[in-house]
Nanobody
């Protein structure tokens, strides 16, 4: 059974930083593209960043220059370093991976809340 477990969310002031982690189990992690998505209240889930199995990265325009996605295949873990956080970054962040069907991997984590507020 494949599991993606996120951690690292929380409350942070504008301009602050957080680091999200996603630990994968039950699959050959290194084979797949991994990504982070987010969903704010009343909005659709949107792409934040992806990292291919070879390390190539892709970012939403809204987070370029502030967020960094990375992966450690030895630890089966993908990270999202978020700097200079803004109130509009407030959302539930979801880890995603596995074989791609459509535009996303088939596996999702349970989500972790990120709140940016003073």
């Amino acid at each position: 059974q494949v599991q993606l477990v996120e951690s690292g969310g929380g409350l942070v002031q504008p301009g602050g930083s957080l680091r999200l982690s996603c630990a994968a189990s039950g699959t050959i992690f290194s084979r797949y593209r991994m990504g982070w998505y987010r969903q704010a209240p009343g909005k659709q889930r949107e792409l934040v960043a992806t990292v291919a199995r070879g390390g190539d990265t892709n970012y939403a325009d809204s987070v370029k220059g502030r967020f960094t996605i990375s992966r450690d295949n030895a630890k089966n873990t993908v990270y999202l370093q978020m700097n200079n956080l803004k109130p509009e970054d407030t959302a539930v962040y979801y880890c995603n991976g596995g074989p791609v069907v459509g535009t996303t991997g088939v596996y999702w984590g349970q989500g972790t809340q990120v709140t940016v507020s003073s």
